[in-house]
């Protein structure tokens, strides 16, 4: 069973930066792509970023675009997300997933999902 651990969320003033981290265990040689969801308080959780495989073929979010920056380390499964020019709309419970297919299906409905933490933007 492949195991999700988000860290670096925090609290960060707009237009501040902040890099989140998922630390992957547990059978990772079974997943596919890796990406980022989010959900903010009282809303329907949304997909941020997504990134195949072999580390290419990134996807985002047409309200990150140019702002975030996802990448991977295969080598010390780890997967990242860069925020940059962070805005208080930024402002939610950052999720790490994985799919066993690849980045569509990750899109569409991951196979594992981390615990999440928190990212807050204060204007």
């Known amino acids: 069973q492949v195991q999700l651990v988000e860290s670096g969320g925090g609290l960060v003033q707009a237009g501040g930066s902040l890099r989140l981290s998922c630390a992957a265990s547990?059978?990772?040689?079974?997943?596919?792509?890796m990406g980022w969801f989010r959900q903010a308080a009282g809303k329907e959780r949304e997909f941020v970023a997504a990134?195949?495989?072999?580390?290419?073929?990134?996807r985002y979010a047409d309200s990150v675009k140019g702002r975030f920056t996802i990448s991977r380390d295969n080598a010390e499964n780890t997967l990242y997300l860069q925020m940059n020019s962070l805005k208080p709309e930024d402002t939610a419970v950052y999720y790490c997933?994985?799919?066993?297919?690849?980045?569509?299906?990750?899109?569409?409905?991951?196979?594992?999902w981390g615990q999440g933490t928190q990212v807050t933007v204060s204007s």
């Open positions: 997933a994985a799919s066993k297919i690849g980045r569509a299906a990750l899109v569409a409905g991951p196979d594992y």
């Open positions: 547990g059978g990772t040689s079974s997943t596919n792509a």
């Open positions: 990134i195949r495989g072999s580390g290419g073929g990134t």
